[in-house]
């Protein structure tokens, strides 16, 4: 009579197996690919900077190589919405590209605003790059002061 001793154990791997066998973990991949992780998550939604002073809120998103004229700011139901689309030239060119990494893309990004911000006074100005929105505050009204008599 043979007994076959099971064991449970996991084997023990190497640490270049162990590297190996996270790159090729699905979940890893997938979360490695998200826009996030790339190139494209820049592209599509500009890096965003977004300050609180007493009056107002600051906006600024990063969006070097376009001109003013390149954008769409919209509000609409406490949503503003930037965007701008940029056609990317496609010419005949007598030198060659050794690497191309400029690209001119398209975005498109929205924010919920609350109730203070007065959407009369939305500012934009860009400059060296920078999409700058300055979304004023409401001033607070202040009920007027009133003697209440005890009867």
Do not use: C
């Not at 973990?25 to 300050?51: C, E, L, M, S």
């Amino acid at each position: 009579m043979t007994f076959v001793k099971f064991n449970q154990a996991p084997a023990v791997k190497s640490f270049g197996g162990l590297v190996e066998e996270i790159f090729n973990n699905a979940a890893f991949n997938r979360a490695w690919k998200d826009d996030f992780h790339t190139n494209d998550f820049f592209g599509a939604y500009p890096p965003v900077n977004i300050q609180e002073t007493k009056d107002a809120y600051l906006v600024d998103l990063l969006v070097p190589g376009l001109n003013k004229e390149d954008f769409k700011i919209s509000l609409e139901n406490k949503v503003l919405t930037v965007s701008a689309e940029k056609a990317t030239e496609n010419k005949e060119e007598e030198q060659k590209h050794i690497r191309r990494e400029f690209s001119l893309r398209s975005f498109k990004r929205s924010f919920t605003l609350n109730e203070h911000v007065d959407a009369e006074k939305i500012q934009a100005k860009y400059e060296n790059g920078v999409l700058k929105l300055s979304l004023a505050k409401k001033e607070k009204v202040q009920d007027a002061a009133k003697a209440i008599v005890v009867e």
